[in-house]
């Protein structure tokens, strides 16, 4: 069964420290992108990636940082946490080149104090 | 700027009824149509999508939804609602020179038995 795994279902964080979120992928997806996910406000992009060590910024990127390494792993690096980051964090996956549905990981709700 | 809008935050439907849950678009170019659920604290699974061809795209667990250029929808429709049903759906939608995905805020779906 084809999976993409983030690393933590819920977290809590406090405010200022360095919070990393990680995603993996078993499919050899080439794009892997990180929304949040806020009531009323549906996805928003964080940022995105298309390869290996590229990466690109979506609609929200402030605040935020991402690093791939490896094809199969994007990691979601908040910098220095603030409360306003109170969100569920979405992983997701697809094939490039063509207009394949997205691989979406469990989330993982993140709770700044 | 490209749009995907679900008008009603929240839809309630007697077990056996038929639903529909509405979704339209605003882009240019030609777009591939998608609809997701997501289920209590979980990721999304892809239901279906429209890339080209016949109007009326059947998907996973009875769902289907009908595009219609003209008024820029992509409804999504099943026969005979399920409790089980119960969730929250995106409409999302890609162009035919982009994989990215724009998203609908969500509807949520409460079937009542």
């Known amino acids: 069964d084809v999976k993409v795994t983030q690393s933590s279902r819920y977290l809590v964080k406090r405010t200022g420290e360095k919070v990393f979120l990680e995603c993996v992928q078993d499919?050899?997806?080439?794009?892997m992108f990180w929304y949040r996910q806020d009531p009323g406000l549906g996805l928003r992009l964080i940022y995105f990636?298309?390869?290996?060590?590229?990466?690109e910024k979506g609609d929200i990127p402030e605040g935020y940082s991402v690093s791939r390494e490896k094809k199969e792993r994007f990691s979601l690096i908040l910098e220095s946490a603030s409360t306003n980051q109170t969100s569920m964090y979405l992983c997701?996956?697809?094939?490039?080149?063509?207009?394949?549905?997205?691989?979406f990981g469990s989330g993982t709700r993140l709770t700044v104090v | 700027a490209q749009s995907v809008a679900q008008p009603e935050d929240q839809v309630n439907v007697a077990e056996g009824n038929p639903l529909t849950v509405k979704c339209t678009y605003s882009?240019?170019?030609?777009?591939?149509l998608f609809w997701y659920v997501q289920y209590p604290n979980r990721g999304l699974q892809f239901l279906l999508k429209?890339?080209?061809?016949d109007n009326l795209v059947k998907g996973s667990y009875g769902f289907e939804a009908e595009f219609n250029k003209s008024q820029t929808s992509f409804h999504l429709k099943k026969p005979s609602a399920l409790v089980s049903d119960s969730a929250l759906y995106f409409c999302?939608?890609?162009?035919?020179?982009?994989?990215?995905?724009?998203w609908g805020a969500g509807t949520k779906l409460i079937i009542k038995p």
């Open positions: 429209y890339i080209t061809g």
């Open positions: 882009v240019s170019g030609n777009p591939y």
């Open positions: 499919m050899d997806h080439e794009n």
């Open positions: 990636s298309y390869d290996v060590k590229m990466k």
């Open positions: 999302a939608c890609a162009l035919d020179s982009n994989y990215q995905l724009i």
């Open positions: 997701a996956s697809s094939f490039h080149g063509t207009v394949r549905s997205y691989t």
